[in-house]
């Protein structure tokens, strides 16, 4: 008893460290929205000699746009960051009935869990490993505004709820428009650790289109993307990818540059972790 007793005390001090990281992490001044468009060259990046595109499927919403590919995640399969085929987890938040990514993780050999409030289906089995759940991911646990019936809770509560908190994530892919933030907000001001367990995290982040008259004080989605972007790498996160949204209607010019209201961008978290087992 006494063993794991400071087994314990020796995680919640750990956790405790984690915590500290973050609130004492240095967040950049975001002066001019170029810094936050320039992001992805000006940060230091993961150089993952072994990385490929997975999912996706080619949309086009208007006879006249040209076709793109939506849904597709990077990976990145170096040793210490690929998923193990034989034991694996993947948390894929934000699925609109489209499948590809999860259908493609699970032909790997993962256990996939889905979620999305918002498609009006009940919990079910789909192919051999993937757990879809009538449920979403938001800063808090209640229902979305204005639709009583989805169901959000928090990224604690859920991993808790399945029983994998202290488990491996091997990818944790969040597409929920918008509701990315403050969710992660949530993650980062009561239990960062979580993000810890996690290799590789995939994500769209939607701050919005950037007008003239913008503002990027500490209220506004610009922000707090700049902001979650400075402190997942506080946590040891790493860029690997760092895109637009490829839906035309999405993008919009801005000093001569191609921009959009949406970023995918993919982060790993190389070896060592602190909370892993």
Request: glycine residues 8%.
């Amino acid at each position: 008893m006494q063993l794991k007793y400071a087994a314990e005390k020796n995680l919640e001090l750990v956790k405790e460290d984690i915590l500290k990281v973050v609130q004492t992490c240095p967040i950049p001044d975001l002066h001019d929205i170029q810094l936050e468009f320039d992001y992805g060259k000006n940060t230091k990046r993961y150089a993952c000699a072994n990385k490929t595109q997975l999912g996706g499927i080619m949309v086009s919403y208007r006879q006249s746009m040209r076709p793109f590919l939506d849904g597709d995640k990077w990976i990145c399969y170096e040793p210490g960051l690929a998923p193990d085929p034989k034991d694996c987890l993947v948390y894929s938040f934000g699925i609109g009935n489209e499948w590809s990514f999860d259908d493609a993780m699970d032909k790997y050999g993962c256990q996939v869990y889905s979620f999305d409030p918002t498609m009006n289906r009940p919990n079910f089995k789909r192919g051999s490993n993937i757990y879809f759940k009538n449920l979403g991911l938001e800063g808090y646990k209640g229902t979305l505004p204005e639709k009583e019936q989805s169901k959000v809770d928090t990224l604690g509560n859920i991993m808790r709820m399945f029983g994998h908190e202290g488990r491996r994530v091997d990818y944790l892919k969040i597409d929920i428009e918008g509701s990315e933030i403050p969710a992660l907000e949530q993650v980062f001001s009561d239990a960062p650790h979580l993000l810890t367990q996690v290799s590789q995290l995939g994500m769209e982040v939607h701050p919005g289109i950037y007008r003239v008259d913008g503002k990027l004080d500490k209220t506004s989605k610009y922000y707090r993307v700049w902001r979650i972007y400075h402190l997942l790498e506080c946590l040891g996160f790493q860029l690997i990818h760092m895109g637009l949204n490829q839906n035309p209607p999405t993008q919009y010019k801005w000093n001569g540059t191609l921009q959009s209201c949406c970023y995918e961008l993919v982060w790993v978290m190389p070896p060592p972790r602190p909370l892993l087992t």
